[in-house]
């Protein structure tokens, strides 16, 4: 067991740029999330997949985000025309999926929008 | 819809001192609790978790009893040590639904 692994492990752009975040979860693990988290908060949970397959996408997820996970393994984050609010903790988790299994977080991408 | 709220902080304590880190939670339907920390410079780790109403999640010396007539899950430890320091957060998982709701973290400080 590796754990999730998340890169960059911190990112810094200037608005208007896009940025891409990388997450590979632990290996035989077939769901993945992502959540951000801005100071001071708790993480919020912004979609995941099962497998290959996006199931659920918060309302936080504005147009200009986009996740993938192309072969069900490891999955993008994009954010295009990055805004000062963007600047958060990215985290991505990642379990099984069955019943009542815990999910194990990454250590994170720190984004801060200059 | 869900939430959870969480003792503010930060909280300091003496090494051995008795913590209890209240967290109280509103949801629809029967969730399951969950304790992760948080150390610094590193990411989320599941401390314990409690699936029913009367389970106690237990790991490392902490404890959490799942409360349904309180609707409560207080962490609780009886001797803390300066390695406990760390931020605590509370979370929430509905039935049916896979996403965690957190409450915004205890910073918890033990001074030796």
Partial sequence: DTGVSQNPRHKITKRGQNVTFRCDPISEHNRLYWYRQTLGQGPEFLTYFQNEAQLEKSRLLSDRFSAERPKGSFSTLEIQRTEQGDSAMYLCASSLSQPNQPQHFGDGTRLSIL | ?112
């Avoid at chain 2, 967290?23 to 029967?30: E, F, L, M, R, S």
């Avoid at chain 2, 610094?40 to 109403?53: I, S």
């Avoid at chain 2, 001797?79 to 918890?108: H, I, M, P, W």
């Fill in chain 2, 1 to 112: 819809g869900d939430s959870v709220t969480q003792m503010e902080g930060p909280v300091t304590l003496s090494e051995e001192a008795f913590l209890t880190i209240n967290c109280t939670y509103t949801a629809t339907g029967y969730p399951s609790l969950f304790w992760y920390v948080q150390y610094p410079g590193e990411g989320l780790q599941l401390l314990l978790k409690a699936t029913k109403a009367d389970d106690k999640g237990s790991n490392k010396g902490f404890e959490a009893t799942y409360r349904k007539e309180t609707t409560s899950f207080h962490l609780e430890k009886g001797s803390v040590q300066v390695s406990d320091s760390a931020v605590y957060f509370c979370a929430l998982r509905n039935f049916g639904n896979e996403k965690l709701t957190f409450g915004t973290g205890t910073r918890l400080t033990i001074i030796p």
